[in-house]
């Protein structure tokens, strides 16, 4: 479940431009994540976000440990 997203624009992206998107985790805890994005027109980035997320179990509504 995601819990924050943070985005930072810093260019706009042009209509035949060709965007890349790229992921990754910067922290996992017990029963949290942090995870860190951009997207990218060739060398220059065009988007910075942080996003917070936590495990849960969907039946009981309550945090669960990270899976292995």
């Given at each position: 479940?995601?819990?924050?997203?943070?985005?930072?624009?810093?260019?706009?992206?042009?209509?035949?431009?060709?965007?890349?998107?790229?992921?990754?985790?910067?922290?996992?805890?017990?029963?949290s994540?942090?995870?860190?994005?951009?997207?990218?027109v060739?060398?220059?980035?065009?988007?910075?976000?942080?996003?917070?997320?936590?495990?849960?179990?969907?039946?009981?509504?309550?945090?669960?440990?990270?899976?292995?």
């Amino acid at each position: 479940i995601l819990t924050a997203t943070q985005i930072a624009y810093k260019r706009p992206i042009g209509l035949y431009d060709e965007p890349v998107g790229f992921m990754w985790s910067t922290h996992l805890g017990r029963a949290s994540i942090k995870l860190e994005a951009e997207i990218r027109v060739g060398n220059t980035v065009c988007a910075h976000a942080h996003q917070r997320g936590m495990f849960m179990t969907l039946a009981t509504g309550k945090p669960s440990r990270t899976p292995k």
